[in-house]
């Protein structure tokens, strides 16, 4: 029982490795590395703060 557990435990983790390493590879042929590394809410945010001291 305890094995069976164990060996389907491994195997979902090799199929989220799988996933993750499709994910990554997906992602970076469709998206330019500029457009990942932008941060447009980011800028947003700040524009609107209002900092008092």
Do not use: N, P
Request: net charge negative; glycine share 4%; aromatic share 16%.
């Amino acid at each position: 029982m305890w094995m069976t557990l164990s060996y389907a435990c491994w195997g979902i983790s090799i199929l989220l490795a799988l996933w993750m390493l499709y994910d990554w590879f997906k992602v970076d042929t469709t998206y330019s590395e500029q457009t990942l590394t932008s941060s447009r809410e980011g800028e947003l945010e700040a524009v609107s703060e209002k900092h008092r001291i």
